[in-house]
């Protein structure tokens, strides 16, 4: 069924009060995403005095686990790290082992352990060998809501000139640099990535969105990461 110019233009008013109401609705819940990363910090007890830390090379074990927090505020595990994401650490690992800070690396299987499982993975971590544990803790939120050119969506042209629907995408990163030896988590951060995109309501997807806030997450930990090593290790890695 088409609907008329002229009775689109009686129920526009409507129309638009819901879609800003829509808009209006978007929240990323970040409290609860930076309380749950907090809680997965590792306590002072569990903390490294660095002149007593064990010194490189050390053969890594990379750890990654996702959260996502869905609508209502409640943690689901509904979104994973993919094997691409994965690729693209390996150069940065890589220039870790030109430095002769590790001799080599190794992914840990997310899906055998929870997130705050800390001891089961210290010792799968240990069982193969590892001397370092790298691990990536992460909270995701994607939020999606009508924009004010929504009410354009009852028109198809009016749908792809003037997109009605938002995707929000935060990702948050906790990393832990663990030495094995001592069982002493050597130096914590902190990262984030958040992005946007705008389509059509009947064709937009949330995935766009939730790879590119990932990813800005996933390099801007790789800089943070650059950042401590090289005072810790007196190297620099990135440019």
Known sequence: MTMKIPDLLKIAPSLCLIALACGCASTFHREAAMKELCDLTPSREDRHDQTEASKPPFRLAVYWDMETIDSS???INK??????DGLVMVPFLNQLKKKNIITDFFLLPYDRYAQKDIDSIIKQAEKDNATAL????S????DWYYNPAGLLDLTILGAFWFPGSNRDALVLLRCDFWDLS???????LY????KRTVGPTFIISSTPAFNKAKLKALYNMMKALNQQIHPSFDIKLLK
């Open 79 to 84: 979104r994973h790290w993919e094997n691409s």
């Open 134 to 137: 790298l691990c990536i803790r």
């Open 191 to 194: 990262s984030e990535g958040e």
């Open 139 to 142: 909270v995701t939120f994607v």
């Open 73 to 75: 505020g409640k943690f």
């Open 182 to 188: 001592k069982r002493k988590c050597f130096f914590s």
